[in-house]
């Protein structure tokens, strides 16, 4: 079909396309004026089989605290330590009670760490060289056994003086300069669990790893009198304990640390 030029079949096409080319630079020129910001991309997901504790830690991390209490379960792994009645091991007790330790210390504003935190194997030497390595402002050793009267506090005693190699500190005789501030702690520890009305008895033994730790340095043993054996997994003689040993830590510590 021939179609004229003034035919309104042939003009209305002409006007859309004049129509559309006007709003297309009309939005243009508003564009222009008033840029819209860039959308804020959103955080990715991490991507299947990443693990996010794999992840760079934050540039605002804190540092690990200058003052903490390295707490020592002893024995673990294959060690199971004393058998004590009711198939009780010893090894579990003394992670049981350094772990209210830890809660009670934290409790008490004082950053703790455990030695071992599960049941693994480490021997006196690795203990030792942990709080050594970590520095530990106070490391306190965890027993159980049997018999007793309550709990037993160990300071230690440097059985024979060896001369330092230079820089180099003996081995057998690494708590030489501590045990002064060993002795401290563990009095304040006695008249603290005393007065939770346990009954407590203190020794100075040459008790590894006691004597290779550079720092103050004790041990204490759970050691409930026979008939009440039930206390050495009692949370209550636990607690009483390490409430003990926490106020005690609190008390002594100024005095620890002005000693360095």
């Given at each position: ?150 709990v037993r506090i160990y300071a230690p005693v440097i059985a024979s003086a060896v001369e330092a190699a230079g820089k180099f500190q003996p081995w057998e005789s690494a708590q030489s300069s501590y045990a002064g501030r060993s002795h401290i702690l563990a ?67 100024t005095q620890l640390e002005a000693q360095k």
């Amino acid at each position: 079909m021939t179609r004229f030029p003034d035919d309104p079949m042939t003009r209305f096409p002409r006007s859309a396309a004049a129509l559309a080319l006007l709003l297309a630079c009309t939005l243009s020129l508003s564009q222009a004026d008033n840029p819209v910001a860039a959308p804020t991309p959103t955080p990715q997901e991490p991507a299947s089989g990443t693990n996010p504790a794999s992840q760079p830690a934050p540039a605002t991390a804190q540092p690990h605290p200058s003052f903490f209490v390295l707490i020592d379960p002893s024995h673990g792994g294959n060690d199971q330590g004393a058998l004590l009645p009711d198939k009780l091991l010893e090894k579990d007790i003394t992670l049981a009670m350094a772990r209210r330790l830890k809660a009670e210390l934290e409790d008490h504003g004082v950053s703790a760490r455990l030695v071992r935190d599960g049941d693994v194997n480490l021997s006196l030497e690795q203990r030792a060289e942990m709080a050594n390595g970590q520095h530990a402002a106070i490391y306190v050793a965890i027993h159980a056994g049997l018999p007793g009267h309550g709990v037993r506090i160990y300071a230690p005693v440097i059985a024979s003086a060896v001369e330092a190699a230079g820089k180099f500190q003996p081995w057998e005789s690494a708590q030489s300069s501590y045990a002064g501030r060993s002795h401290i702690l563990a009095q304040a520890v006695a008249a603290e669990v005393s007065k939770k009305e346990i009954n407590v008895v203190s020794f100075k033994s040459p008790l590894r790893p006691l004597n290779n730790i550079t720092a103050p340095a004790i041990a204490v043993e759970l050691a409930p009198d026979p008939a009440r054996v039930e206390d050495l997994s009692s949370q209550k003689f636990q607690t009483s304990v390490a409430a003990g040993i926490a106020s005690a830590v609190v008390q002594v510590r100024t005095q620890l640390e002005a000693q360095k």
